[in-house]
């Protein structure tokens, strides 16, 4: 127990020197949005937990939600059951993809699924998909959500959760 306290007492400073605060995140997340106002949506192509190939083609004519997400995220977990009803209801004209930002591993993620009756495909941060992640923007903090138009323009931008309102607030 002593050999933890000391440990913690000399990496505690370094970590509070490199805190970020609340008010700087909303900042970098305002002017991202504004830069990426105008983003098109990128050409990506992405492998879901049943081997299926996502891409910019395959979704071209529909909404595309991309939300960034972890299981041990609480707002992720409270935004999943929103993202499920909505995804039943407006599968014909919207496209979500659950990116799962921790690097867990595939048998963990589908129970995961599983339990929380995802209906929308799951894409994992591993060795294939990891790179495209990048293409869609920055993610400063979970969930962080962008949704594109059917002619694939950025049109909302959202860290922090989502709820069903929201996404019809967007999207129809």
């Not at 009803?85 to 930002?101: C, M, P, R, S, W």
């Not at 495209?132 to 993610?139: A, D």
Request: net charge negative.
């Amino acid at each position: 127990m002593k050999k933890i306290l000391i440990i913690l007492a000399l990496f505690l400073p370094l970590t509070t020197t490199q805190a970020i605060t609340i008010d700087e995140i909303v900042a970098k997340a305002s002017k991202m949005w504004q830069d990426e106002k105008s983003t098109k949506l990128p050409d990506f192509s992405v492998v879901d937990l049943n081997g299926n190939t996502h891409t910019n083609k395959t979704v071209e004519g529909k909404f595309l939600v991309v939300n960034f997400w972890a299981t041990w995220c609480p707002p992720c977990l409270k935004e999943i059951p929103a993202f499920v009803e909505f995804y039943e209801k407006h599968a014909d004209k919207v496209q979500i993809l659950g990116l799962d930002y921790e690097g867990a591993d595939k048998s963990t993620i589908v129970e995961f699924t599983d339990t929380y009756m995802v209906n929308y495909p799951i894409i994992l941060f591993d060795d294939i998909n990891s790179k495209e992640f990048k293409k869609f923007g920055e993610v400063l903090g979970m969930p962080t959500t962008y949704i594109y138009s059917p002619k694939g323009k950025l049109i909302d931008f959202r860290m922090g959760e989502m709820n069903i309102a929201d996404l019809e607030k967007a999207i129809l």
